[in-house]
């Protein structure tokens, strides 16, 4: 299926509109595995009944804890537990592992539709009509217009500014007690 997309996308080139529209759906799917991925994580810790049982494991270099978890003191028999404890596809594991091929592949998807981005900007920006361009030609035109007038509003507020500045030194002056 994502084939068919990746060659539709290729001879029909999407809009950036429809590829933000395609991404928030992706990226929704990505954050629904990953919620997924947590929530089958936790059932595995909370069920005792998908815990490891070997009782050969504290000769072996691990240390068994009050409540029955399993901790490992090398790397290498903690990834010897790890795939033994995930590499079944009974109980939870396995609605583990789909979760995580549904991550991996909604990341795929997103990270594929972010690439497609900047290419539908460079497809837009070329077939440009000439209606586009005079369009924002005038845009320009009134950005520098409006420029050039808020360097006058400045210039005019910096005035105003140095006039009540005297004017304010003036009234204190006037205040403030004589001495003759």
């Avoid at 539709?8 to 629904?32: C, D, F, M, R, Y």
């Avoid at 070997?54 to 010897?80: I, K, M």
């Amino acid at each position: 299926m994502e084939e068919s997309e990746a060659n539709a996308s290729a001879t029909n080139p999407k809009t950036t509109q429809e590829l933000a529209v395609e991404g928030q759906k992706h990226l929704e799917e990505t954050i629904q595995s990953a919620f997924q991925i947590l929530s089958s994580m936790n059932d595995e810790l909370c069920n005792p009944l998908l815990w490891p049982t070997d009782s050969s494991a504290a000769g072996n270099g691990h240390s068994s804890l009050p409540n029955g978890v399993v901790v490992h003191s090398d790397s290498s028999s903690s990834e010897n537990t790890n795939t033994q404890n995930h590499g079944d596809s009974s109980g939870a594991g396995g609605a583990l592992e789909e979760a995580r091929f549904r991550y991996k592949n909604s990341v795929t998807a997103l990270r594929a539709v972010l690439a497609a981005i900047p290419d539908s900007h460079k497809e837009a920006s070329e077939t440009g009509s000439p209606a586009d361009e005079t369009e924002v030609v005038k845009l320009e035109e009134q950005a520098s217009n409006l420029r050039k007038e808020l360097v006058k509003k400045n210039a005019y507020i910096k005035v105003l500014i140095d006039q009540l500045r005297d004017l304010i030194t003036d009234i204190s002056t006037w205040q403030s007690p004589c001495s003759v």
